[in-house]
Nanobody
């Protein structure tokens, strides 16, 4: 079992920056990919960004490329993944979810919800225009 706990959400104005954090604990052995998804009201959940265990491979959704950046810290007992969000827009308003895939190996990433083994509870990000 892996527990994912997000933090860092909140209300900001358009153009501001925000950093989300996700702490993974529990089954800390193995090499797993991490990702951020988001779901806006009335819309389907979409992939925002993903990173492999080694950090070598990343992938971003088209709407956030160049503005959002994913990073991770693979500490001994707790893996933490971050999402730095810059130049926020009102359309970035959503609940942001952290996700993990335990079978990705060193270089695999998460490209779809079907690849997710564990989800966080979500954190709300609201961008006012």
């Amino acid at each position: 079992q892996v527990q994912l706990v997000e933090s860092g959400g909140g209300l900001v104005q358009a153009g501001a920056s925000l950093r989300l954090s996700c702490a993974a604990s529990g089954q800390t052995f193995g090499r797993y990919a991490m990702a951020w998804f988001r779901q806006a009201p009335g819309k389907e959940r979409e992939l925002v960004a993903t990173m492999s265990w080694t950090g070598t491979n990343t992938y971003y959704g088209d709407s956030v490329k160049g503005r959002f950046f994913i990073s991770r810290d693979n500490a001994k007992n707790t893996v933490t993944v971050y999402l730095q969000m810059n130049s926020l827009k009102s359309e970035d308003t959503a609940v942001y979810y952290c996700a993990a895939n335990l079978g990705a190996g060193n270089w695999g990433v998460i490209k779809s919800e079907s690849q997710v083994d564990y989800w966080g509870q979500g954190t709300q990000v609201t961008v006012s225009s």
